[in-house]
């Protein structure tokens, strides 16, 4: 990678930063060379991925809080910009999602999912970007969706409502923004290996513990995903730093999907006989 890829010098703010993906481009932006700043819910996470910050020769601020709590957002913030007196990278990563029929979610649920999925990225946007404004130099925003947000979600419908929203927001900010040269992207994840994915949302994040998928269940990820396999959260973390770099200098309002090519095979699934289907036992072609 080119010097354009580096990120020597800048300061980025992440939620949901001690585990999964917000904890992969935390790293990723520290092995870019910025210092960061980890706000999350479960501090001990933060403070293991501040050592792994400090390992690489970064600046780590642990912030301790609740993403869906938009003044503890506000105050970890300033409190960021009170510490390095910059903030060039927003990432607005934290984010959660339960599964059942919408007739069957309460009305606390819903509230909960845009609270942490849109009213969080809103106050750490509004709290953010006149920093980057004030200090003149752009900055990058980078929302992590959901490939949810842009196909149907059955039992997850007001999470794919939340992610679809993101990208909206997404999209409006990168145009209101570009005069101070702040740039705003969004990721669009499919199946990613982290704590929550595998169930873990309280203890230390040690993916040594992680359970392997039985062979049916690794086959059907296999016939889903044309790459043929979940993804990792450090691939999110390298795409995100290359989104937060100026070697994505001129890329502002998009979706990149990080998902193993299941966004553009729309419903295309391999078949038992390893030809594509999109259903089994439906045939087309040779
Ligand atoms: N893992 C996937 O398969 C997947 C797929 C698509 C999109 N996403 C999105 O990626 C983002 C991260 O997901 P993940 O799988 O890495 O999650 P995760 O649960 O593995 O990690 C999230 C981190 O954020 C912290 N956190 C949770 N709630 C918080 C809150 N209210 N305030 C502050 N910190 C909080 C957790 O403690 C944890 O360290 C989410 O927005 C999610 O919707 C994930």
Redesign the pocket.
């Known amino acids: 990678m080119t010097d354009r890829g580096r990120l020597d010098g800048q300061v980025a703010f992440v939620?949901?930063?001690?585990?999964?993906?917000?904890?992969?481009i935390a790293l990723g932006l520290a092995a870019a060379g910025a210092d960061v700043a980890l706000?999350?819910?479960?501090p001990e996470?933060?403070r293991e991925t501040a050592a792994r910050i400090a390992e690489l020769g970064r600046q780590a601020l642990v912030l301790p809080?609740?993403?869906?709590?938009a003044e503890?957002l506000r105050s970890a913030i300033a409190a960021t910009d009170a510490r390095f007196g910059r903030l060039d990278v927003l990432v607005?990563?934290?984010?959660?999602?339960s599964g059942r029929p919408f007739l069957e979610q309460s009305e606390r649920s819903w509230r909960r999912h845009i609270?942490?999925?849109l009213v969080?990225m809103l106050a750490a946007t509004h709290a953010a970007a006149p920093i980057m404004v004030r200090e003149g130099r752009g900055g990058a925003i980078l929302n992590?969706?959901?490939?949810?947000a842009e196909r149907a979600a059955p039992n997850f419908a007001v999470?794919g409502a939340c992610?679809a929203g993101m990208v909206s927001f997404t999209k409006s900010m990168a145009v209101e923004l570009s005069g101070h040269g702040i740039r705003v992207n969004c990721?669009?994840?499919?199946?990613?290996?982290?704590?929550?994915?595998?169930g873990?949302?309280?203890g230390p994040?040690d993916p040594a513990s992680w359970r392997k998928p039985a062979p049916d269940e690794a086959d059907a990820m296999n016939r889903l995903i044309p790459l043929g396999r979940?993804?990792n959260?450090t691939e999110?973390g390298d795409v995100a730093v290359f989104l937060c770099s100026s070697l994505a200098s001129y890329v502002t309002g998009a979706v990149l999907p990080v998902?193993g090519g299941t966004s553009a095979a729309g419903g295309w699934v391999r078949g038992r006989n390893g030809k594509w289907t999109l259903n089994e036992g439906l045939t087309f072609g040779g």
């Open positions: 939620t949901g930063a001690g585990g999964g993906i917000g904890r992969a706000f999350e819910i479960i996470r933060a809080g609740d993403a869906m709590d503890a607005n990563n934290a984010g959660g999602v609270d942490i999925n969080s992590v969706a959901s490939i949810e999470y992610k990721i669009a994840p499919d199946h990613t290996v982290t704590p929550g994915n595998q873990n949302r309280a994040v979940e993804g959260d999110c998902d």
